[in-house]
């Protein structure tokens, strides 16, 4: 055995005979180095650091190449797995050779050559699974990579089977609906008169369950493609948008339902589309449910800290708190009011405004009714 190797071993032996002290100064190091948070997340253990000490200091003397051990691999992999950082691995390491020369050189003040040789020795071993560790690292992460890419394939091409069976079954669906409306419609004009009253009562429910039917299914066919990603944005006006709202809502639901605007000149990123359907199912309620039988009122106003802020206020019935939350989900009405709809306005609403990275929620009404408080990115930050 050369000389070498011997000093080797009994600068490793003298390591080993303390390694608790060792271990002790080591950790100590490293975790005044790290903040609270991620000595949390990532919880390195006594146990750790006592695996790395043995591959490290056995290493030194016994391995002649740069390679990496089976305890060495087993650490870094579950380490890797749980997510940690390359850069924490070196911080250890680079603590690890600082606690190793304070103490050899306590020992051996000396004899500079010998422990110079065994630091040179073990620090080449730490570089070397430096190295080994990062070209772990570099393939872990490439095979993930290839991984999530093939994911996103396998889901882009779900996604696309999936619209085209929408595009399928509501042609399917709505066929045999328009000729059941067809049919009740040349009943009621031909045959009402001579109908009595409860055959009466029965087209007309026919008619309406139809049409709320027909209304459903479109409704639910707007929510499944409604896509972030494929969303048509670009800068728009949102007193413009909202105009075209009301419009729709005059034309459809009452035309003596008041909205008054206060949105200046407010631009945003959006899909005008989506947008023009997300206003429009939120005046929509708004003039369906309103106190006693006059048509209601709407204001609409904003402002603008950090995010854009819009309020839509009204007049109306107003909800109870502890309905406010449930009348997001898919199909569920307020029950005080016989109301036609399907119970999917504000499911789209706020599905549209998730998909412009906002968030939407009901809140008081200074008007006495209840507030939709809608909160997107401003402008000026989606532009950048």
Request: glycine letters at 6%; a neutral charge.
């Given at each position: 055995m050369s000389r070498m190797k011997k000093n080797d071993e009994s600068i490793s032996g003298f390591l080993k005979e303390h390694k608790a002290e060792f271990i002790n100064r080591w950790q100590e190091l490293v975790e005044r180095s790290l903040s609270e948070e991620i000595k949390q997340y990532y919880q390195f253990s006594h146990m750790d650091f006592n695996e790395l000490f043995n591959a490290y200091v056995d290493g030194a003397v016994k391995d002649q190449t740069p390679r990496i051990n089976i305890t060495e691999e087993k650490f870094i992999k579950q380490k890797i797995n749980a997510g940690c950082p390359l850069s924490l691995m070196s911080i250890i390491n680079i603590h690890f050779m600082a606690t190793a020369r304070d103490m050899v050189r306590a020992v051996y003040p000396d004899a500079f050559n010998t422990r110079m040789e065994y630091l040179e020795t073990l620090s080449e071993r730490v570089l070397n699974n430096e190295i080994v560790l990062f070209q772990y690292?570099?393939?872990?992460?490439?095979?993930?990579?290839?991984?999530?890419?093939?994911?996103?394939?396998?889901?882009?091409?779900?996604?696309?089977?999936?619209?085209?069976?929408?595009?399928?079954?509501?042609?399917?669906?709505?066929?045999?609906?328009?000729?059941?409306?067809?049919?009740?419609?040349?009943?009621?004009?031909?045959?009402?008169?001579?109908?009595?009253?409860?055959?009466?009562?029965?087209?007309?429910?026919?008619?309406?369950?139809?049409?709320?039917?027909?209304?459903?299914?479109?409704?639910?066919?707007?929510?499944?493609?409604?896509?972030?990603?494929?969303?048509?944005?670009?800068?728009?006006?949102?007193?413009?948008?909202?105009?075209?709202?009301?419009?729709?809502?005059?034309?459809?639901?009452?035309?003596?339902?008041?909205?008054?605007?206060?949105?200046?000149?407010?631009?945003?990123?959006?899909?005008?589309?989506?947008?023009?359907?997300?206003?429009?199912?939120?005046?929509?309620?708004?003039?369906?449910?309103?106190?006693?039988?006059?048509?209601?009122?709407?204001?609409?106003?904003?402002?603008?800290?950090?995010?854009?802020?819009?309020?839509?206020?009204?007049?109306?019935?107003?909800?109870?708190?502890?309905?406010?939350?449930?009348?997001?989900?898919?199909?569920?009405?307020?029950?005080?009011?016989?109301?036609?709809?399907?119970?999917?306005?504000?499911?789209?609403?706020?599905?549209i405004i998730i998909g412009h990275k906002g968030s939407i929620c009901l809140e008081d009404s200074t008007y006495g009714g209840i507030c939709v408080h809608i909160t997107l990115p401003p402008f000026s930050n989606q532009n950048n």
């Open positions: 690292y570099e393939k872990h992460v490439s095979n993930l990579n290839a991984q999530l890419t093939a994911q996103t394939e396998a889901l882009r091409q779900k996604n696309t089977n999936l619209v085209e069976f929408i595009d399928l079954a509501t042609h399917q669906l709505q066929a045999p609906l328009w000729s059941i409306l067809g049919f009740t419609s040349k009943l009621q004009r031909k045959y009402y008169p001579i109908i009595q009253e409860e055959g009466q009562h029965y087209l007309n429910r026919i008619s309406a369950n139809v049409a709320e039917m027909h209304q459903l299914i479109e409704d639910m066919t707007a929510m499944l493609i409604i896509d972030p990603d494929s969303m048509k944005k670009r800068k728009l006006f949102l007193h413009d948008i909202l105009r075209g709202s009301i419009k729709r809502v005059h034309s459809e639901i009452d035309n003596k339902f008041k909205v008054k605007e206060q949105l200046d000149s407010v631009a945003i990123m959006g899909d005008p589309f989506q947008l023009r359907q997300c206003f429009f199912h939120i005046l929509k309620n708004s003039a369906q449910y309103t106190k006693g039988e006059k048509s209601g009122t709407m204001h609409v106003h904003y402002k603008i800290d950090e995010n854009l802020e819009l309020f839509f206020e009204d007049d109306g019935i107003g909800i109870e708190k502890e309905y406010r939350e449930l009348v997001f989900k898919p199909l569920e009405r307020l029950k005080e009011k016989e109301i036609v709809g399907t119970g999917m306005g504000l499911t789209l609403a706020r599905k």
